[in-house]
């Protein structure tokens, strides 16, 4: 059987990812691009079975990172380093599709932040990139 094909990572210019990124703990960083990199680029829409991808709607989808650090590398087939603790993640990465590319809209820590008004705002955001990088005002 042949090897699944990646979908191509786009950061879109405008959006929080790079910037939410660097305000995560180190190991938490390193588990955020292990799922983005090896769950969200290989499994694409096919993660909406599960619990990892959820419709915002109008395109968005939310990649769901939870649970805790050994879980991620559980579904990414990479071992758990020893020397990392298994600690409790909540990260959510806001995306859309576009043919064999994934857009990378931003990124919402909510173990920190928690549901609500911020939350919603990191959406409203999301959306906001969407629609800047498909040319629409």
């Known amino acids: 059987m042949p090897e699944k094909q990646y979908l191509t990572l786009v950061h879109v210019v405008g959006s929080n990812f790079t910037r939410e990124m660097k305000n995560l703990l180190p190991n938490a960083r390193v588990v955020v691009e ?26 968005l989808w939310e990649f769901r990172i939870g649970k805790n650090f050994k879980s991620v590398f559980s579904k990414s087939g990479i071992s758990h380093p020893a020397r ?7 990260i959510r990465v806001f995306c859309a599709f576009e043919g064999q590319e994934i857009l990378i809209l931003g990124l919402y820590d909510k173990q920190r932040h928690g549901p609500g008004r911020q939350q919603d705002l990191a959406i409203q955001n999301a959306r906001k990139a969407l629609l800047q990088f498909k040319g629409i005002r």
């Open 34 to 59: 292990i799922a983005v990199q090896e769950i969200l680029a290989k499994d694409g829409m096919n993660l909406v079975a599960g619990n990892w991808l959820k419709s915002l709607g109008s395109g």
């Open 84 to 90: 990392m603790s298994n600690e409790t993640i909540l």
